[in-house]
């Protein structure tokens, strides 16, 4: 019989935060399967990361020196998209290449270490396509893991590996002609970079390569659910004729959110959410990479002022476009002239948290009845986990895709705005929070799908009395997949 133990499991993430907390609850579920677990990052995000990981965890973390050229356009010693604006935010997925080298010398010195017994297996960013030559040259197993949802990934596949996607002539709507489940898309739908990119535009460029080298690698491993993202995944087999294994939701526990300071105890926050009825919270928040205009910010400070003063809120506010991401907090500039004397102190109805909050925490709370999103796929399984409709505004790369897929495709949401550039009006944000958080008959449906969907969900990962949950079986296949590779490997059979 097959089984991991003493068996190193490499671990490595692109660095943005959103990738690192995927990983990371990754990397803990294999832990507990009785794997070795070795999280590979730059020095920076690893210092950040000895601070969050729990004091019961055997998780190696090992270093991989990163330094960015002077063609890389990037601020000096910047290791994390979360300080980057978000037209800088390429430059570092572009600048990671770099770190093939120094990744292929550490896959040997762990061979080395270990008297030339290679890794069991390296679970590889959706950005490290690279990865997968170098685990072949050791005889090791190769998978990537998406931390987005597999519809969203299936669009983003389509349009970088089809560039260019956008028939001239054509009108503003298109579609993913080898992903036509997809449906219709609008050029609303995409960021910035896509709407321009022709082919040969450096995104373009690395994308359909980075892309290309998926085919190498022996497995794909998404942070989903089978039985909710099926499309996606039928895609992605059909596409690459490879392992495709959802494992998900891999939530990390609340409290261990990879090393932000939040701007709030999560103690504080639960004392006030406490103070308010079930269900009658809105939490917002773009997660770690995004943030609204000015403008933006002003109107939906409106709508939450304008709406029925029986819906509370959690709002994370981040600078405002065009500030610097890690400004003082400046409410007196960025929200309307006395928003937080008459909404938060008289009224009592709205928590302003700066930069960071506890979103495990806040997302578990009962009080909490619906979750304004980027739509961000981290954000996105923590709120269907909790049973939440959810308020999408997509901010950047495949939000857009997954923001459709929710409202159309599953039902569970309902999109408010897009993207940073477009004008908004409080009066259309306040309707539409009213439409999710009241009594009309499609909130009532939105909450009855969420509440189906949290079901799925708890079946999915379900490891019980001999029953096996979709998600738990995934994770069978996958590790069974890389114990039999090294197995023919050692045979020399592979
Ligand atoms: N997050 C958090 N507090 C915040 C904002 C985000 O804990 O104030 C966490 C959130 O719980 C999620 C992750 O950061 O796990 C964000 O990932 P997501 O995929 O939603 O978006 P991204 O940051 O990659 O755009």
């Not at 692109?14 to 990754?26: D, E, K, N, R, V």
């Not at 190696?60 to 998209?81: A, C, H, K, Y």
């Not at 080395?112 to 050791?138: M, Y």
């Not at 509440?451 to 029953?467: L, P, T, V």
Request: overall charge negative.
């Amino acid at each position: 019989k097959m089984t991991g133990r003493n068996e190193n499991i490499v671990i490595f993430p692109f660095m943005a935060q959103g990738h690192i907390i995927a990983f990371l609850g990754l990397a803990l579920q294999i832990e507990q399967r009785g794997y070795n677990v070795i999280f590979v990052n730059t020095p920076i995000n690893i210092k950040k990361l000895q601070q969050s990981l729990p004091p019961t965890s055997s998780i190696r973390l090992l270093e991989i020196p990163f330094n960015s050229s002077d063609d890389d356009d990037l601020p000096p010693g910047v290791e994390n998209t979360d300080v980057l604006p978000p037209n800088l935010i390429f430059n570092l997925i572009k600048a990671s290449v770099s770190l093939k080298p120094s990744f292929r010398q550490l896959i040997s010195n762990l061979t080395n270490d270990s008297g030339g017994d290679p890794p069991l297996c390296i679970v590889a960013d959706i950005f490290f396509g690279w990865s997968a030559e170098i685990a072949h040259e050791f005889g090791v197993f190769h998978s990537i893991f998406s931390c987005s949802g597999a519809f969203g990934l299936a669009c983003y596949y389509s349009l970088w590996m089809n560039v260019p996607h956008l028939n001239s002539d054509s009108a503003a709507e298109f579609s993913f002609p080898d992903f036509p489940e997809s449906g219709r898309f609008h050029t609303t739908q995409l960021a910035a970079n896509m709407l321009v990119a022709d082919g040969n535009d450096p995104p373009s460029v690395f994308h359909r390569k980075n892309l290309s080298a998926w085919s190498n690698s022996d497995g794909l491993l998404f942070n989903s659910v089978e039985e909710l993202d099926m499309i996606g995944l039928v895609y992605f087999r059909r596409k690459l004729g490879r392992l495709v294994c959802p494992l998900g939701p891999i939530l990390l526990p609340p409290g261990k959110r990879a090393g932000k300071s939040a701007g709030i105890t999560a103690e504080g926050c639960i004392e006030w959410l406490r103070t308010k009825p079930a269900n009658s919270v809105l939490y917002i928040s773009f997660g770690s990479n995004n943030t609204i205009s000015a403008s933006q910010m002003m109107q939906l400070a409106k709508a939450l002022e304008q709406v029925n003063k029986s819906t509370n809120f959690i709002w994370v506010v981040r600078p405002p476009l065009g500030f610097d991401i890690t400004a003082e907090f400046r409410a007196e500039e960025w929200l309307p002239e006395g928003f937080i004397e008459r909404v938060v102190d008289d009224q009592k109805r709205g928590l302003i948290v700066a930069q960071w909050a506890p979103q495990g925490e806040i997302l578990s709370h009962k009080s909490v009845g619906s979750f304004l999103t980027q739509c961000g796929w981290n954000s996105v399984l923590e709120g269907l986990s909790h049973g939440m409709p959810l308020m999408g505004w997509p901010m950047a790369a495949e939000q857009f895709f997954s923001a459709k897929f929710l409202a159309e495709e599953i039902g569970v949401c309902v999109e408010v705005a897009r993207g940073f550039n477009v004008e908004v009006r409080h009066q259309d944000i306040a309707e539409k929070i009213e439409l999710v958080m009241g009594q009309s008959e499609q909130g009532k449906e939105l909450r009855r799908k969420a509440g189906e969907i949290k079901e799925m969900i708890e079946d999915a990962i379900r490891d019980q009395d001999g029953f096996k949950g979709s998600s738990v079986k995934a994770m069978d296949q996958f590790l069974n997949a890389a114990l039999l590779m090294k197995e023919k490997t050692k045979n020399g059979l592979h």
